[in-house]
């Protein structure tokens, strides 16, 4: 039987100790598998972006474990840590962060690079996501919709099997975020890739093949 793309167990993470201590995340257990778009879903402060990050390899938990594509992190290197993140996962977040003094093709090409790859892939990335009219645009020049396409195609830069969203729909109209939000379902079902989107948008969990509900850190059965 084949792992999945992500595995917990009995994944805990706090903040803090003594009397500030924070529980985010309590016991755990969470999947997903390549070929799937997933939504985790739940209030402010509930621990979703707590578990992104760990699934990220971003964090370190407090107790238990996790799994990248049936590895276990646990007692890998920082340095070993970041090479996984760097060939296997791309991250997308709510407010973009594209680079604002760079084009949308270089903003791609900074993550080529750090992934040696060839910088003309770009191009192909931008057309990968609609926007190959829109190479030496800067991120003024474009929509909120197009600012995350350009994010998404820079999550693309690599090719990596594991997609983590972070409330990417948060900054968007409701018609341009359902775009983004299909675009990823497809990079999920056409490419067989594991995307994970953090959400408290319900219709991104509509568009979704499965929903993981979150509360005070714990999953909801
Ligand atoms: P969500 O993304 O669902 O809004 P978070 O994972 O950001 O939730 O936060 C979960 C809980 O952990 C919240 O109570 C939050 O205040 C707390 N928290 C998050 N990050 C930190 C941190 N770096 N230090 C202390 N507490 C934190
Ligand atoms: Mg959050």
Known sequence: MTRPALETRDLSM???????AVRA?????FQASAGEILALMGPSGSGKTTLLMLLGCLLHPTAGAVWVEGQ??????NHALAQLRLRRMGFIFQSYNLFPALTAAENIQVALE?????????TELLD???LAGRLRN??????GGEKQRVAIARALAGDPPILLADEPTAALDSVTGRTVVKLLA???????RAVVVVTHDPRVGELA????????GRLRP
């Open 14 to 20: 706090v903040y803090g100790t003594g009397d500030t």
């Open 25 to 29: 995340l309590d016991a755990v257990d």
């Open 72 to 77: 276990p992190l646990a007692g890998l290197s």
């Open 114 to 122: 750090l992934k040696g790859r060839d910088l003309g892939e770009a």
């Open 128 to 130: 990968r996501v609609g």
């Open 138 to 143: 800067y991120p003024r020049q474009l929509s």
């Open 186 to 192: 497809d990079l999920a079902h056409a490419q067989g």
């Open 209 to 216: 093949d499965r929903v993981v509900r979150i509360e005070d």
